[in-house]
């Protein structure tokens, strides 16, 4: 089963290292991490039939749960009127996914497992990132706890895609492709918005773009280069290309210079 929310030290809470910023991004996070049952729904439909797989989703589920009841409880020790639960009920009633469909939006099971891995890809990096950025002890220990789950989900769906028929080069480069593109889509928007604006303006209304662009220029500044080269590795992995070689370099500069980019227009 892991941790427990037991398992971590509140008493050490330091209200005086609590970062505004690292606050609004620790309470989007918390929304999306508590959202897991949609994702756990939808895969049960995707993988219907493969009961040894959707057991671990199931887990896999508990955990993500997990992260965001620990994120969600920092959250309201560090801002005692942000109230977790309604700020949830928020997001949930924003933001949707087809929790009813019975085949990949990829396209085949090899590419939802390839899609996972890029948003465990995603997800690992951040709270590592997060938890380098933040001198708030118990944020730390969280987000070290959670950097670490998100790894080992990465493996989980990167040993179910071992055991299917390998995808064409092509096919892996898209569907990762198009995958990290997505991290800029309305669930993150919407997650900032429930949890920083309409809390404090009920009367509030979510603007597409704006509440995701606000949501990235904190979240980038969070990032630095060992961030993305760790990144990097585990998304050529997922496409079955080996990291540390030019490729990994190449890619790793590109996508570092976006970051610094992005972070200095938004300053």
């Given amino acids: 089963m892991g941790w427990t929310l037991d398992d971590i030290d509140w008493r050490a809470f330091d209200a005086a290292r609590v970062d505004p910023d690292l606050l609004a991004l620790v309470k989007a996070a918390a929304l999306v991490e508590a959202n897991a049952d949609d994702y756990v729904a939808y895969l049960r439909g995707v993988f219907a039939g493969d009961a040894a ?3 671990q989703v199931e ?3 508990i955990e993500e749960a997990r992260h965001g009841a620990a994120l969600g409880r920092w959250a309201m020790h560090a801002d005692p009127d942000w109230d977790f639960d309604r700020a949830l009920n928020d997001f949930r009633a924003g933001y949707h996914i087809d929790t009813q469909a019975t085949a990949s939006i990829r396209g085949c099971l090899g590419g939802e497992l390839l899609a996972r891995q890029v948003v465990e890809t995603g997800t690992s990096s951040f709270y590592t990132a997060l938890r380098d950025a933040s001198t708030e002890p118990v944020l730390r220990g969280i987000a070290q706890r959670i950097a670490a789950d998100e790894f080992a989900h990465y493996r989980l769906f990167a040993r179910a895609a071992a055991t299917r028929a390998r995808l064409p080069l092509r096919t892996r480069l898209r569907v990762a492709a198009t995958r990290f593109a997505e991290a800029g889509d309305d669930e993150l928007g919407w997650a900032w918005f429930a949890a920083n604006v309409l809390s404090r303006d009920p009367r509030a ?6 509440h995701t662009r606000a949501y990235a220029a904190r ?3 969070l ?3 060992t961030h993305i080269d760790s990144g990097v590795a585990m998304l050529l992995r ?4 080996a990291p540390g070689g030019m490729l990994h370099r190449a890619v790793s500069g590109m996508l570092w210079a976006v970051v610094r980019t992005r972070v200095a227009f938004a300053n």
């Fill in 219 to 221: 979240a980038l500044r």
């Fill in 53 to 55: 797989f959707l057991a």
């Fill in 223 to 225: 990032y630095r280069r």
């Fill in 59 to 61: 887990r896999w589920g």
């Fill in 238 to 241: 997922a496409v079955s290309l």
């Fill in 205 to 210: 209304t979510y603007a597409p773009g704006i």
